[in-house]
């Protein structure tokens, strides 16, 4: 009557399935990014700069425009801005920081600065631009 | 005459199946270990950063190309007129919470004066997004 139907033997070919592997692991190759972003809430300064107080008990973090970083006048290391902010505040914890931003200053100088205000404790910390810093 | 005895030749499946192996441990590693990120239309290079405040699901990205430009979506702009357009922009999210991410060598400036046109359009808070390191 009927034949019966021939059963195949063997593994099927291997070669559609390692075909799709590959696809999907040059799609996710291409798209993944393995670069941790973080996040660093910072509070929009006033548009003025004459809001800032300016009296003695400011410390001010200059971003000069050579790209280097100066506590009140002394140059400190962008490594060790935390530390020295920490060492010029000291125990005067109602201190406010200011950071002022010479014209040619980078952006990273700029979070480093309000990182290191942030892990210093002081009271506040307010921003501003200015043209030129004198010295 | 010396007669060898032949090798006899291997299927072709058993040597592919350590290569597919490894093809699946990569695929597999890749879509554990990675992120999937939209495709932004300008490429920044984040400032290293070590704080981390953990922010997440921000509507709104503003990118500060390094030469200081701003962009928004589709737009680009100048740093001192983006907050108009952020106003904008939020108004029709409904939303006051926008993330900036800006190149490590765009001017400070550029982003101080984009922060005080937020604060102008109704922000309180930004968000900067950086990358870890130091």
């Given at each position: 009557m009927?034949?019966?139907?021939?059963r195949?033997?063997?593994?099927?070919?291997?070669?559609?399935?390692?075909?799709?592997?590959?696809?999907l692991?040059?799609?996710?190759?291409?798209?993944?990014?393995?670069?941790?972003?973080?996040?660093?809430?910072?509070?929009?300064?006033?548009?003025?700069?004459?809001?800032?107080?300016?009296?003695?008990?400011?410390?001010?973090?200059?971003?000069?425009?050579?790209?280097?970083?100066?506590?009140?006048?002394t140059?400190?290391e962008?490594?060790?801005?935390?530390?020295?902010?920490?060492?010029?505040?000291?125990?005067r914890?109602?201190?406010?920081?200011?950071?002022l931003?010479?014209k040619?200053?980078?952006?990273?100088?700029?979070?480093?600065?309000?990182?290191?205000?942030?892990?210093?404790?002081?009271?506040?910390?307010?921003?501003?631009?200015?043209?030129?810093?004198?010295? | 005459?010396?007669?060898?005895?032949?090798?006899?030749?291997?299927?072709?499946f058993e040597?592919?199946?350590?290569?597919?192996?490894?093809?699946?441990?990569?695929?597999?590693?890749?879509?554990?270990?990675?992120?999937?990120?939209?495709?932004?239309?300008?490429?920044?290079?984040?400032?290293?950063?070590?704080?981390?405040?953990?922010?997440?699901?921000?509507?709104?990205?503003?990118?500060?190309?390094?030469?200081?430009?701003?962009?928004?979506?589709?737009?680009?702009?100048?740093a001192?007129?983006?907050?108009?357009f952020?106003?904008?922009?939020?108004?029709?999210?409904?939303?006051?919470?926008?993330?900036v991410?800006?190149?490590?060598?765009?001017?400070?400036?550029?982003?101080?004066?984009?922060?005080?046109?937020?604060?102008?359009?109704?922000?309180?808070?930004?968000?900067?997004?950086?990358?870890?390191?130091?």
């Open positions: 009927f034949e019966e139907p021939v195949r033997r063997g593994m099927a070919s291997l070669t559609p399935l390692i075909d799709v592997v590959f696809l692991l040059i799609f996710f190759m291409l798209t993944t990014s393995f670069l941790q972003t973080q996040s660093l809430a910072v509070v929009t300064p006033a548009p003025s700069v004459d809001e800032l107080p300016t009296d003695a008990r400011v410390i001010e973090i200059w971003l000069l425009g050579n790209d280097t970083i100066a506590i009140d006048g140059p400190v962008r490594a060790a801005l935390a530390e020295s902010l920490k060492q010029a505040i000291g125990e914890t109602d201190l406010t920081v200011t950071i931003a010479e040619g200053s980078k952006t990273q100088a700029l979070i480093a600065a309000i990182e290191a205000a942030r892990q210093s404790g002081a009271k506040s910390v307010g921003t501003a631009r200015v043209e030129r810093i004198a010295p | 005459m010396i007669e060898f005895d032949q090798e006899p030749p291997r299927r072709q040597t592919l199946i350590p290569l597919i192996n490894v093809v699946f441990l990569l695929l597999i590693f890749f879509l554990l270990a990675g992120t999937m990120q939209p495709a932004e239309n300008v490429a920044v290079s984040l400032p290293k950063g070590a704080l981390n405040d953990k922010e997440r699901d921000l509507p709104s990205t503003l990118i500060v190309e390094a030469d200081g430009f701003v962009w928004l979506g589709d737009r680009v702009m100048d001192k007129l983006a907050g108009h952020v106003k904008q922009h939020l108004g029709e999210e409904g939303s006051r919470r926008v993330a991410k800006a190149d490590r060598d765009a001017p400070a400036e550029a982003v101080l004066e984009l922060m005080e046109g937020l604060r102008e359009a109704g922000v309180e808070q930004v968000t900067l997004l950086t990358e870890r390191g130091s």
